[in-house]
């Protein structure tokens, strides 16, 4: 049932570029939620219209933005790490200032900030 599949736990997830490159004319939200590894996270994305905390490339700290401000053929990959998904700390920590919003996930329940470190092309 899909409430026992929510309740499995959520690892982050990785969009690849392989994944993005056929949606190249959608937005990065609009991806995103086309693609199979994150389609456990659609529902959340679509409630919160892809707004999450951004980290750019790794080091550049966005903050609470919309995925749909970026353009899928610019972007190399994304990791999405949904509420208790980010167990190293490290992104929590580099992320503390940056202003994010906790969102409740419809699908395991837990509070927190969704991440997202979207990679862009060189």
């Known amino acids: 049932s899909n409430t026992r599949m929510g309740q499995r736990g959520m690892q ?3 969009v690849t570029s392989e994944e993005l490159a056929p ?3 959608l937005t990065l939200g609009e991806a995103i939620m086309r693609t199979r590894s ?3 996270l659609t529902s959340d994305l679509q409630r919160d219209n892809s707004n999450v905390c951004v980290l750019l490339n ?7 933005t919309s ?3 970026y353009r899928t053929e610019d972007v190399e990959y994304v990791e999405l790490y949904p509420p208790g998904t980010e167990l190293s700390g490290t992104i929590e920590a580099y992320m503390r200032f940056a202003g994010c919003v906790p969102t ?3 699908a395991t329940g ?3 900030v969704f991440y997202a470190v979207v990679w862009l092309k060189n």
């Open 67 to 69: 995925l749909e401000v």
């Open 38 to 40: 994150a389609s456990n």
């Open 110 to 112: 837990k509070t927190g």
């Open 104 to 106: 409740r996930t419809l």
């Open 58 to 64: 790794g080091h550049q700290m966005i903050g609470m």
């Open 23 to 25: 949606l190249g004319d």
């Open 12 to 14: 982050s997830v990785i």
